[in-house]
T-cell receptor, first 117, second 111 residues
């Protein structure tokens, strides 16, 4: 089945530094990648939708200058958390759907647990 | 009103029990529906799609009620390994087919 590889799985960084998270679709082309954030005991909250070759669409309340998304190819999307602060500590996860598909499951990366100290 | 609502639980049931979860959605134009399972500190994994006619996969049965705008998941003969959080996912109308998640319902199956 479809696989999305996400890394790193976890990262601890100092406040003020930037962290890049990568998601790669391994056996399919992902025209659209969704980026979510999940705080403990909360649901996955959509942060942004990225489409290959175009600017990402950010959800209300998500700072586009802080969470930089790049979807340069059909198999790679990256999320960079710039100038991270402790309140950015969360579980970040990407999800993709295969080209041409809609009515079947979305494939998730394994998630990145970010801790900012 | 949230777009997708679930009772967070937890549902605490003994092995062998039958348990049912409901999920309501607010947008009547929603197109597709899924149940995902998420284990602690892991990514969500697709459990099953939900079709208008209802569908069954082993011990799991999913149903959709468009008139009342809810979907359900029934688990029969619960196993210890069924303990997890079950997420309701609704695909909203629009070109990007954005999946919207419910908060999840926690299930604990005990011996």
């Amino acid at each position: 089945g479809a696989v999305v590889s996400q890394h790193p799985s976890w990262v601890i960084c100092k406040s003020g530094t930037s962290v890049k998270i990568e998601c790669r679709s391994l056996d399919f082309q992902a025209t659209t990648m969704f980026w979510y954030r999940q705080f403990p005991k909360q649901s996955l909250m959509l942060m942004a939708t990225s489409n290959e070759g175009s600017k990402a669409t950010y959800e209300q309340g998500v700072e586009k200058d802080k969470f930089l998304i790049n979807h340069a190819s059909l198999t790679l999307s990256t999320l960079t958390v710039t100038s991270a602060h402790p309140e950015d500590s969360s579980f970040y996860i990407c999800s993709a759907r295969e080209l041409g598909g809609a009515d079947y499951g979305y494939t998730f990366g394994s998630g990145t647990r970010l801790t900012v100290v | 009103r949230k777009e997708v609502e679930q009772d967070p639980g937890p549902f605490n049931v003994p092995e062998g029990a039958t348990v049912a979860f409901n999920c309501t959605y607010s947008n009547s134009a929603s197109q597709s529906f899924f149940w995902y399972r998420q284990d602690c500190r892991k990514e969500p994994k697709l459990l099953m799609s939900v079709y208008s006619s209802g569908n069954e996969d082993g011990r799991f049965t999913a149903q959709l009620n468009r008139a009342s705008q809810y979907i359900s998941l029934l688990i029969r003969d619960s196993k210890l390994s069924d303990s997890a959080t079950y997420l309701c996912v609704v695909i909203l109308p629009g070109g990007s087919y954005i999946p919207t998640f419910g908060r999840g319902t926690s299930l604990i199956v005990h011996p």
